[in-house]
């Protein structure tokens, strides 16, 4: 007696699909050594004229320690820098350095590229209600 296959779990979909993200992602922008996806989207969440950890673990939805982590990683590697925010001399602000800079502008491009793939592979409208569900889903009441 042949069982029939189980559909995948949810979170092996989404999984999946977050793999096939990263992977498109970085066949655009080639080598991004030392870095990773997540340190890519972190610095996407930092302004250029600076931004304070608390509000970047808040766009990036990355824990404090996270975040300090993964900026620690950034900062080593010449991507930002920490100064003190003038408005408030006891807090931080992160800025981009001109590699960070240069960082963000070869991810949105390569952003761009991914999502006109997608758009391709699964059509328009699809490509829309697909964003859509994610967007209701990341904004929903907890």
Request: net charge positive; glycine share 6%; no cysteine.
């Given at each position: 007696m042949s069982q029939e296959a189980a559909s995948p779990h949810l979170a092996?979909?989404?999984?999946?699909?977050?793999?096939?993200?990263?992977?498109?992602l970085q066949s655009q922008m080639?080598?991004?050594?030392?870095?990773?996806?997540?340190?890519?989207?972190?610095?996407?969440?930092?302004?250029?004229?600076?931004?304070?950890?608390?509000?970047?673990?808040?766009?990036?939805?990355?824990?404090?320690?996270?975040?300090?982590?993964?900026?620690?990683?950034l900062e080593d590697h010449g991507f930002v820098h920490s100064i003190r925010d003038p408005a408030d001399r006891r807090a931080t602000l992160v800025t981009?350095?001109?590699?960070?800079?240069?960082?963000?502008?070869?991810?949105?491009?390569?952003?761009?590229d991914v999502q006109a793939r997608w758009q391709q592979r699964l059509g328009r409208d699809r490509y829309k209600e697909f964003t859509t569900c994610l967007k209701e889903l990341t904004t929903a009441d907890q």
């Open positions: 092996e979909l989404m999984s999946g699909a977050f793999e096939r993200f990263r992977i498109d080639g080598s991004i050594d030392p870095l990773r996806v997540s340190h890519l989207r972190l610095l996407d969440s930092i302004d250029d004229q600076g931004t304070r950890p608390s509000a970047i673990a808040e766009r990036s939805r990355i824990t404090r320690q996270g975040v300090s982590q993964l900026l620690a990683h981009p350095t001109a590699a960070g800079a240069a960082m963000k502008s070869r991810t949105a491009t390569a952003m761009s």
